[in-house]
Every structure is written in structure tokens, then in C-alpha cells.
T-cell receptor, first 114, second 115 residues
Framework: AQSVTQLGSHVSVSEGALVLLRCNYSSSVPPYLFWYVQYPNQGLQLLLKYTSAATLVKGINGFEAEFKKSETSFHLTKPSAHMSDAAEYFCAVRISGPGNQFYFGTGTSLTVIP | GAVVSQHPSRVICKSGTSVKIECRSLDFQATTMFWYRQFPKQSLMLMATSNEGSKATYEQGVEKDKFLINHASLTLSTLTVTSAHPEDSSFYIC???????????FGPGTRLTVL
């Protein structure tokens, strides 16, 4: 079975500080992993994805994530938070197969304090 | 990048009426589309998988007679919420899988409010 756990439903950081959003997954097969960002009343925007190539994945807006198989983690980081980073962030796992379904975490709301 | 559109973006309807939401892949063909719903402050929950030309596959607990899905072409899937009730008020998001590359792209969502 596949599942995603995001630790911390709310994270607050100061502008310019490091952003760290945690994601752990469970999967019976090698997973594809994703981070999405959602702004209020909008759909999902892909930040980055891991598809079994490099373990350190760089995405848009300065975000990156590292796939650690031994820790079953795919934490999202950004060295310096910007006010525009305030949003809801979702980690997701997808497996290959007929369904090709996404399984989403419960989301982490990021607040950036000026 | 590929674009998926949803129409309408917002809809308000009276209890008991039916509402149709369209999901279109604008610059690619999608043999498979997915429908999700998202309650406030919660994650996305997959409702059903829609395959072009065949019946949709519904997740456990989703009423197929209430949430009618039609995937009549490679670029269009529709979700009809029949006899809507206030508890159906939610944010509905579709995604479409590119027939060529297999990448999924998400639509911008539709906010449904049932009075």
C-alpha cells in the first residue's frame, strides 16, 4: 500500500530563513515522488518530482528535495524563504501501473513572517 | 507546459439541482483523467479514474450514481454532481495524464457551493 505522511500541518518561518517541509512515504514498489504548491482557491502547481534519476531534485522557485530511500523521506527545502512562498504544500507519491494514481499527504501550510 | 482547464471555476447552485464540471486537456491527448475533491484545509482525495471510451473507476465510498463521470473524448472529461446537497460543497480538481509521456497535469479546480 502507498501512503504519504507530512509532519507538521503548519510551519512558520521568518523571511530569509530556511524552509524545511517534511514528507515520508511508504510504498511497496519504487515510487515517483512529487511536491505541489497550492495558493488559495487555486489548483496545484508542480514544484518538483523525483523519478528515480538524481536523488537531489531541483524545482521551481528555488525549492529542492532529496530522496532518501533509507529514511523513506522526500523533504522539501529552500535556503531562504520569501513572502510569496506562503501557501499550502502537498507531498504526493505515484506508482506506475494501470491506475497510475496519486496519493497525497495532508498538506503543510507555510507562513512566512516578515 | 501542458495545460488543463476546468469550467466553471466557481459555481453556486441550489440544493437538489445538478451541476456539470468540465475538464479539458488543451494541448495534449489524455486517455486517463482523474477527479479529486478537496475539503477546506484538507488534502486531495481521489474520487474516480476516468478512461476515454469506458466507464469510470470509482474509489471506495464514492457514489457513482451521484457523481457521474463521462470521458467522451481524448481531451474532455465531465463530472456531474447530481441532486447536489450542501455537503457536496467542495473544491473539485481534475488531472489529465498525457497520452504520450505519461505525465499528469492538474487543472485549476472548481469551487462548488450548494445552498
Amino acid at each position: 500500500a502507498q501512503s504519504v505522511t507530512q509532519l507538521g500541518s503548519h510551519v512558520s518561518v521568518s523571511e530569509g530563513a530556511l524552509v524545511l517541509l517534511r514528507c515520508n512515504y511508504s510504498s511497496s514498489v519504487p515510487p515517483y515522488l512529487f511536491w505541489y504548491v497550492q495558493y488559495p482557491n487555486q489548483g496545484l502547481q508542480l514544484l518538483l518530482k523525483y523519478t528515480s534519476a538524481a536523488t537531489l531534485v531541483k524545482g521551481i522557485n528555488g525549492f529542492e528535495a532529496e530522496f532518501k530511500k533509507s529514511e523513506t523521506s522526500f523533504h522539501l527545502t529552500k535556503p531562504s524563504a520569501h513572502m510569496s512562498d506562503a501557501a499550502e504544500y502537498f507531498c504526493a507519491v505515484r506508482i506506475s501501473g494501470p491506475g497510475n494514481q496519486f496519493y497525497f499527504g495532508t498538506g503543510t501550510s507555510l507562513t512566512v513572517i516578515p | 507546459g501542458a495545460v488543463v482547464s476546468q469550467h466553471p471555476s466557481r459555481v453556486i447552485c441550489k440544493s437538489g439541482t445538478s451541476v456539470k464540471i468540465e475538464c479539458r486537456s488543451l494541448d495534449f491527448q489524455a486517455t486517463t483523467m482523474f477527479w479529486y475533491r478537496q475539503f477546506p484545509k484538507q488534502s486531495l482525495m481521489l474520487m474516480a479514474t476516468s478512461n476515454e471510451g469506458s466507464k469510470a473507476t470509482y474509489e471506495q465510498g464514492v457514489e457513482k450514481d451521484k457523481f457521474l463521470i463521462n470521458h467522451a473524448s481524448l481531451t474532455l472529461s465531465t463530472l456531474t454532481v447530481t441532486s447536489a446537497h450542501p455537503e457536496d460543497s467542495s473544491f473539485y480538481i481534475c488531472s489529465a495524464r498525457d497520452r504520450e509521456g505519461g505525465t499528469q497535469y492538474f487543472g485549476p479546480g472548481t469551487r462548488l457551493t450548494v445552498l
